[in-house]
């Protein structure tokens, strides 16, 4: 068997979106020679989606199933110990592409860590974070690639907020209004004691996509600054609103309308590169281009799909981004040591 060309690593590998990401992953020829890690929740229990896509992939394609719990950054930091040690040994090849796909919307239903963090803000932003600095040393340092999955919930006046409502009231329509991320990385910035949970839910989802969307910007700048890492590149993409597993913990409304956005998303795709809803697959398909698409257009982007976006004007300020990675440094407890980015405070 030959000798993997690069590493590609996945995270949230049982959703929706992931499992579309295995199913091009291995049915892509240019795409074998890579070996990919899938990471899930819970090795002993993946979705049976995923086993079944796994499945018929050929057999000379690498791949491995690796469980990561990413609402526990002990969890976190003891993956990437282990997929460092195994670049370094060369047991497996540098990490080509790094996709940040893991998601959780509590849809009012609010949880937390282990660790005290609000449970939307810990898994869609602040252990994918973590994971990203920790691992950066494994990466392919000449054309490594990570790939954040963003969402237009990171935007308060996109057109899809019409439907939500979550942000009618002007008090939310600005994130941020100190020098702190503490109310939101504690869940104390919207509770479901100020609005109805699925309102409350809605917005903490955003604030976490939020986070996670400014980041590529905050790290591009840091990489391009960076004498060994300069190479590596990060690019964020909304891939629209799907039917997935996301909406399991929502009313009975949220899960009975569904079915019907994903009949629209098959109906527009017929008529529209980006519309709003969208198959699983046309996103899988965009993410996968993103990562692999060579060349310098894509540093430090955002694409809505498969075309250049605008972030909103709150993820695009610089303060406002310098100040939420200072605040996930002190969150996280990161220190020099532990990753490889020059400027990493």
Same mark, same amino acid.
């Given at each position: ?62 791949? =491995? ?14 993956? &990437? ?9 060369? =047991? ?29 803000? &810990? ?101 391009? &600054? ?12 909304? @891939? ?43 996103? &899988? ?10 060349? @310098? ?49």
């Amino acid at each position: 068997m030959a000798t993997p060309k690069g590493t590609i690593v996945v995270t949230g590998s049982a959703g929706g979106v992931g499992c579309a990401i295995a199913s091009k992953i291995i049915s892509t020829a240019e795409l074998a020679d890579y070996h990919s890690i899938y990471t899930v929740r819970d090795t002993s229990s993946p979705s049976a989606e995923l086993q079944s896509i796994l499945q018929s992939a050929p057999k000379t394609y690498h791949y =491995e199933v690796q469980s990561l719990e990413l609402s526990r950054l002990a969890d976190v930091r003891e993956f &990437a110990r282990k997929l460092n040690a195994r670049v370094a040994s060369g =047991e497996i090849p540098p990490i080509r592409v790094l996709i940040l796909n893991a998601a959780v919307s509590d849809m009012g239903k609010q949880g937390f860590t282990r660790d005290g963090f609000d449970m939307a803000f &810990a898994v869609n932003y602040l252990s994918q974070w973590l994971l990203t600095l920790l691992a950066l040393q494994s990466m392919d340092h000449k054309e490594g690639r990570i790939v954040v999955v963003g969402s237009a919930s990171h935007d308060v006046n996109h057109p899809i907020h019409k439907l939500t409502g979550y942000y009618n009231d002007e008090n939310w329509k600005t994130f941020f209004k100190g020098d702190l991320l503490s109310s939101i990385a504690n869940g104390t910035w919207c509770p479901n004691t100020v609005a109805r949970p699925e309102i409350a839910g809605g917005r903490r989802y955003g604030v976490a996509k939020m986070c996670a969307v400014m980041m590529v910007a905050e790290l591009q700048q840091r990489l391009d &600054a960076d004498p060994e890492l300069q190479g590596v590149s990060i690019v964020g993409v909304d @891939p629209g609103h799907m039917s997935t597993g996301i909406v399991r913990h929502g009313s009975w409304i949220i899960r009975s309308v569904a079915p019907v956005m994903s009949l629209i998303a098959q109906l527009t795709a017929w008529f529209q590169t980006n519309p709003h809803f969208r198959t699983t697959a046309k996103s &899988a398909d965009d993410l996968i281009a993103a990562a692999f698409e060579a060349g @310098p257009r894509l540093r430090g982007k955002y694409l809505d799909g498969s075309e250049l976006s605008e972030v909103s004007p709150e993820a695009a300020d610089a303060k406002k981004r310098e100040m939420v990675w200072r605040e996930s440094v002190i969150l996280t407890r990161l220190t020099q040591e532990q990753t490889k980015l020059v400027n990493w405070a």
